[in-house]
C-alpha cells in the first residue's frame, strides 16, 4: 500500500464530523508533520454547541510562507446503514469511505509531498488544516480574525477533479421570520394568516430573483448571475389555526466583488411594498452568514503552474470554499483537489486512485516550484 493510501486510511477511520471535536484528526497529524520537523501551532476554539474545534498550523521555517496547503479536517454526518463510512475500501480504482473525497485525499496528498521534498525547500512553506468547514468556513474565518496562516499563495482543497478553480461564488444566508395572529380557522378575520403573508412575500422574492439578481453577469461563471434560494419554510400549529408565524431560509449566492446585502436590501424594499398592501405586515430578518466571493487573475504563477501540471484550464465553481478567507489574509488562492464534487457529502463518497496519487506528485512539484 502506497503512503498516500496508507494515511489516507488512517484519516477516513477518525470520525471527525463537524457536530464532534476533530482533535483526534489534528494530533494524528501534528504527530506527523512533528517528526517531518514542522514547526506545528495549534488555534483552538469552542463551537456554539460547546465542542473545543482546533486549527492547525505546520510550517518549514521562519518568514512568510511561498505556498500552503490548506485543507479542511471535518467532515458532513454519514448515514448511519453505511457500514464502510470509517474503513477505506478500494474497488474498481476508486477509494470509498467518509471524506475520501471531501477533503481528506488532499489532507493526506498535503502531508505525502510535505514528507517527500520536505529537506529539499530552502524557503518557506506551510499546511494549515482547519475545522468547521462544513459549517461556514468558521475555523478559516477563526485564523482569519487572529491573523493566522498568512502566505503568499494558497492552494485550498476541495474536490475539482484536479483542475484549477480561481474563483468561487459568495455564500450567504438569513432567516426571515413573517408574522400574523392566530385565530380559529371557521372565523379568518379574527386572526392574520402568516402563510398567506408569507406567500406574498415569497412571490415577490421569486420574481425578484428572475430579474433583478440576473441583470449583472459575469460569464465565467455557470450560472452566470447570483443565485436565490428558499430551502426551508416552516409555520403553522394545526389545520384548524390560522397560522401566527412562518419562518423560512433564504441563501443567496452573490458574485465575487459584489454587494453580499443587495438580498437584503431587497428584502426591506419588498417590507414596505408588503406593508403598502397590509398595513399589519410585520416580518424579521436574521442575517446567518454574510461570505463573499473570490477571484484570482487567470494569470498568477499559482493558476498557470496548477494549468501545467495538469493540463487542465483553470475554471471557476458557484459553492464557497477558504478561499475568500485566505484571499483577505494576503493570498493568491487556488482551488485544487482530487475527487468530484458531485459525489461528496453522501454515501458511497469515494475518490479516484489515479487522481489521489497524481495530486499528491502535483503538490510535489509546487512545493519545489514555490518553496525549493
Not at 468547521?132 to 485564523?143: F, N, Q, R, T
Not at 412571490?203 to 428558499?230: G, H, I, M, Y
Not at 442575517?287 to 475554471?315: C, H, M, N, W, Y
Request: hydrophobic share 40%; proline share 5%.
Amino acid at each position: 500500500m502506497s503512503e498516500v493510501i496508507e494515511l489516507l486510511r488512517d484519516l477516513v477511520a477518525i470520525d471527525s464530523t463537524s457536530t464532534k471535536s476533530n482533535a483526534p484528526i489534528i494530533d494524528l497529524l501534528e504527530r506527523r508533520l512533528g517528526a517531518l520537523g514542522l514547526t506545528t501551532q495549534r488555534q483552538r476554539y469552542v463551537d456554539d454547541a460547546g465542542v473545543e474545534k482546533q486549527n492547525l498550523l505546520a510550517t518549514t521555517g521562519p518568514g512568510l510562507p511561498e505556498l500552503a496547503l490548506v485543507g479542511h479536517s471535518d467532515c458532513v454526518p454519514f448515514d448511519a446503514s453505511w457500514a464502510g463510512a470509517l474503513t477505506l475500501t478500494e474497488r474498481d480504482g476508486f477509494l470509498y469511505g467518509r471524506g475520501a473525497c471531501d477533503t481528506k485525499a488532499f489532507i493526506a496528498c498535503a502531508v505525502t509531498a510535505m514528507a517527500r521534498v520536505r529537506t529539499s525547500l530552502r524557503r518557506p512553506a506551510q499546511l494549515v488544516f482547519t475545522a468547521d468547514e462544513e459549517l461556514g468556513c468558521v475555523g478559516a474565518k477563526k485564523l482569519l480574525e487572529a491573523g493566522l496562516g498568512k502566505t503568499k499563495r494558497a492552494l485550498i482543497g476541495e474536490p475539482t477533479s484536479l483542475r484549477p478553480i480561481r474563483a468561487n461564488k459568495g455564500y450567504c444566508l438569513a432567516e426571515v421570520e413573517v408574522h400574523g395572529k392566530e385565530g380559529h380557522s371557521a372565523y379568518p378575520d379574527t386572526g392574520a394568516s402568516a402563510v398567506f403573508r408569507a406567500a406574498r412575500l415569497l412571490t415577490k422574492l421569486e420574481q425578484f430573483s428572475r430579474t433583478t439578481l440576473r441583470e449583472t453577469t459575469d460569464q465565467a461563471f455557470v450560472p452566470p448571475f447570483a443565485t436565490l434560494n428558499v430551502g426551508v419554510v416552516s409555520g403553522g400549529k394545526a389545520k384548524n389555526v390560522i397560522p401566527g408565524l412562518v419562518r423560512f431560509t433564504l441563501e443567496w449566492r452573490p458574485l465575487p466583488g459584489h454587494d453580499v446585502n443587495v438580498v437584503l436590501d431587497s428584502l426591506e424594499r419588498l417590507r414596505r411594498e408588503c406593508v403598502a398592501e397590509d398595513p399589519s405586515f410585520s416580518m424579521t430578518v436574521k442575517p446567518l452568514r454574510l461570505d463573499r466571493g473570490f477571484v484570482t487573475s487567470p494569470d498568477a504563477d499559482l493558476v498557470r503552474f496548477i494549468e501545467g501540471q495538469t493540463a487542465k484550464t483553470s475554471d471557476t465553481v458557484a459553492f464557497g470554499t477558504e478561499g475568500p478567507q485566505l484571499a483577505a489574509l494576503g493570498a493568491v488562492p487556488v482551488v485544487f483537489g482530487p475527487g468530484d464534487i458531485t459525489v461528496a457529502h453522501q454515501t458511497g463518497e469515494h475518490v479516484p486512485v489515479v487522481e489521489l496519487h497524481r495530486c499528491a506528485e502535483v503538490m510535489q512539484a509546487a512545493l519545489v516550484h514555490f518553496a525549493g
